[in-house]
Every structure is written in C-alpha cells, then in structure tokens.
C-alpha cells in the first residue's frame, strides 16, 4: 500500500498570515495508514525544492549550506523552518513550513542531512535563481502551492510535458487542467505567501462543482503516491471516493479512475462541466452529455477519460 501523505494546511494563509488557522484534512478513517513514518525526501520534494538544491544559494541557500548550519541541531532546523527570519541580505523571507508539521520536519531534516553529506558548496550562478532551479521542469510533479482559483489548500500536478491539473483539497474536487507548461512559483514567493502561483499555458476545462454534487460534507482524507503520481481520498457522507489521475499518451488530457467503496445501494449520478473542446468518454456506465449513471456493480472501479484540445 502506498504511504498516505498527511496533509496540515494553512486555511486563510492566502490572505495573510495574521489569521492563521490549522486544518486537519483527514478523518479517523486513514489514520491507520498515516502513522507510517513520513517520508523526509519526499517532504522536502514537494516543499523545499523550489528555493533549496544541494550544492549552490538559489533562492535560499544550500543544503551543503544548511547542514554547515544545523548538523547536529535538530530542533533549531525545526524552529527555523515553523518560523523562519529575516537573516541574509538581498533574499526573499523564508514562508513559513509550519503545515509540514514536527515529525515532518525531522524527517526532512534527516533527508538533508544526509544527501547533503561531504558535498563542497559552489559559488551562486548570476541571473533569476528561479531559472537556476530546475524543480518545476520535472514529469510528473505535485506541488503545494497557493494556485489562482482555489483554497489555499490546492495541490498542482504535471501530469506530462502538456497537461497539467489543480486539485483542490479544501473543496475535495478538480478545480481545472490546463496545456502547455506548469506553474510559475515566482510570484508567489516574490510576494511572500500572499500571491499565488502563475499557471503556465491556458485552462481548458474548469470543473465549475463536485461530480458528486453539493460536496459540503466532503472530508479530505490525504493522498498516496503511485508512480509520482497522487490519488486523492475523501468521503462524501458515507462513500469513500478515491480518484487518480494519470496523462493521455496519444493527446492532450487526463484519465480519472475513481473508485467508490462501499458499494452504493442506488446508481451513482456524476456530473462533469461541459465545456468547448473536451471529450469526455466512461470505460462504465452510460454517459448522456456530461452526465454519467454508474449502476451499483461498477461502482468499485471506474474511469473517465478527458481529452482537451
Ligand atoms: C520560497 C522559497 C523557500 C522555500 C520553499 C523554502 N525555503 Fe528555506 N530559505 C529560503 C530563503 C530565502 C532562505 C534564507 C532566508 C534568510 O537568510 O533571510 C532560507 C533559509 C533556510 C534555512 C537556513 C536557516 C539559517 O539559519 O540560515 C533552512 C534550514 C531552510 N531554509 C530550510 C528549508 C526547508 C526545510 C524547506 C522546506 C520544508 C524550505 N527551507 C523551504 C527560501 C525558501
């Protein structure tokens, strides 16, 4: 079984950090899953890259820097990270990593350690230190990231070198896709935790609600990684959902294989947004426009195939 992510998120963060307010997104249901260990490269991965690589300042310094810093002081890196200061010149501030939680931070800790172990630091390249950083070219990706459109608790991902997605763990649902590149973190962190990433290419499908319907109910249970790909969990009142994407390998688009357990007593209703140049196609299920009727039996497993043009 894959490790599930536990997921801390700053509600409210994107409109300043005065009114800061800690949400647990999961439920007694996966807890079960989520006392496995955190995975500190992992962490570091999807919050750290961004700004910190081994050998060289980018936006930050080092890791040969930081373990120069910190080696043998655990707790002060963990400090640091909750609640990071204003210390070089001519650098941006270091956001806060609170939402990654203690344990998480250790574990990131750990991983710097580590890989940061014997390397020499090298002089910083001139020029923008995000062109330097490398991290938003990888395939696939997840990131957090405050993303237009959405809570604060939105998760990007880069399927493939074309399309790319925003889902939202605040709301349990896709917010939207897009082709052409990724994101651009710069003005996010140019302006410190209070802007949002820029979206790389052009959004050709807005999911404008839940499939599932009015979702307030909706509980984010976290999300696992299979093939650097996440699946997102949540139940909606007594279902729980899980739903993975994955690239087209002909076109532009997505697939979403959702899964619902247990089994529903009536046929599930999921309604898509209909929208200019995607094609939506179900493996299951009979599908009139953008409404797909699901009978009971092939609930378990299903998927949805988005192709945008
Ligand atoms: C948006 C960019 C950004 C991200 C993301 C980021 N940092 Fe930083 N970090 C910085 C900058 C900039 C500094 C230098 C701040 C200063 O000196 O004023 C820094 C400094 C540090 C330092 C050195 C502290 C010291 O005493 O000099 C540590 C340790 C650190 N970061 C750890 C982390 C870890 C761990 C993560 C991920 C969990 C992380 N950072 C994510 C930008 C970032």
């Known amino acids: 079984m894959a490790r599930v992510v536990p997921l801390l998120f700053a509600a409210g963060f994107a409109h300043g950090i005065d009114m800061m307010k800690y949400v647990i997104f999961f439920s007694t249901v996966a807890s079960s899953v989520l006392s496995a260990a955190p995975d500190g490269a992992q962490l570091f991965t999807t919050n750290c890259s961004a700004c910190h690589i081994l050998d060289q300042m980018i936006v930050g310094p080092s890791l040969a820097e930081i373990r120069g810093l910190y080696d043998g002081k655990r707790e002060d890196f963990v400090k640091w990270c909750v609640a990071p200061r204003k210390k070089?010149?001519?650098?941006?501030?270091?956001?806060?990593m609170v939402h990654i939680g203690e344990e998480g931070l250790q574990a990131v800790y750990a991983h710097i350690m580590e890989v940061a172990k014997g390397?020499?630091?090298?002089?910083?390249?001139?020029?923008?230190?995000?062109?330097?950083?490398?991290?938003?070219?990888?395939?696939?990706?997840?990131?957090?990231?405050f993303m237009?459109?959405?809570?604060p608790a939105a998760i990007?991902?880069?399927?493939?070198?074309?399309?790319?997605?925003?889902?939202?763990?605040?709301?349990?649902?896709?917010?939207?896709a897009w082709t052409g590149g990724f994101i651009d973190g710069y003005p996010y962190w140019?302006?410190?935790?209070?802007?949002?990433a820029a979206i790389v290419g052009t959004v050709k499908y807005t999911e404008e609600k839940s499939p599932f319907g009015e979702t307030k109910?909706?509980?984010?249970?976290?999300?696992?990684?299979?093939?650097?790909?996440?699946?997102?969990?949540?139940?909606?009142g007594t279902q729980m959902v899980t739903e993975r994407?994955?690239?087209?390998?002909?076109?532009?688009?997505?697939?979403?294989?959702?899964?619902?357990?247990?089994?529903?007593?009536?046929?599930?209703?999921?309604?898509?947004?209909?929208?200019?140049?995607?094609?939506?196609?179900?493996d299951k299920g009979t599908l009139e426009g953008t409404k797909l009727t699901i009978a009971p039996a092939d609930a378990a497993t299903f998927t949805i195939t988005f192709t945008l043009k």
């Open 88 to 96: 070089r010149e001519g650098v941006i501030e270091m956001p806060s």
């Open 148 to 151: 237009p459109n959405a809570s």
């Open 217 to 236: 109910n909706a509980k984010f249970l976290g999300y696992s990684m299979k093939d650097k790909l996440p699946i997102f969990s949540y139940a909606v």
């Open 156 to 176: 990007a991902v880069a399927l493939d070198q074309n399309t790319s997605l925003c889902w939202d763990a605040g709301v349990c649902r896709l917010r939207y």
């Open 190 to 196: 140019k302006s410190n935790g209070s802007s949002v």
């Open 245 to 282: 994407f994955a690239p087209l390998k002909e076109s532009s688009g997505f697939q979403r294989t959702f899964t619902v357990t247990p089994t529903p007593s009536s046929a599930l209703v999921l309604n898509f947004t209909k929208q200019d140049g995607v094609t939506i196609t179900s």
């Open 119 to 145: 390397v020499k630091i090298k002089k910083q390249a001139a020029g923008d230190p995000f062109a330097t950083s490398s991290v938003y070219a990888e395939r696939p990706q997840v990131r957090r990231i």
